[in-house]
């Protein structure tokens, strides 16, 4: 039996989700992986993650990336 693959975005900072499936406040957001998995009935290793930063990390990252610049 083939599994189907879920693809979601995965952050590499903190490990949430982004959640494409729905929108709260009419965006996504970013969640829990394991709230992710409960919420759509997958199993971690059924999700293709593709790896992304959340607006968080994203800017912790920029703020590390100025100071080593400087």
């Known amino acids: ?3 189907t ?8 900072g ?14 996504h957001c970013w969640i829990n992986a394991h709230a992710y998995c409960e919420r759509y009935g997958y199993r971690f290793n059924e999700l293709h993650l593709i790896e ?12 590390g990336r100025r100071e080593a610049a400087v």
Do not use: W
Not at 5 to 12: D, G, T
Not at 14 to 27: A, F, M, P
């Open 52 to 63: 992304d930063t959340c607006p968080p990390c994203a800017r912790v990252l920029a703020i």
């Open 1 to 3: 039996m083939m599994m």
């Open 14 to 27: 903190c490990g949430q989700v982004l959640d494409e499936l729905q929108l709260s406040d009419n965006r």
């Open 5 to 12: 693959l879920l693809s979601a975005r995965f952050c590499v």
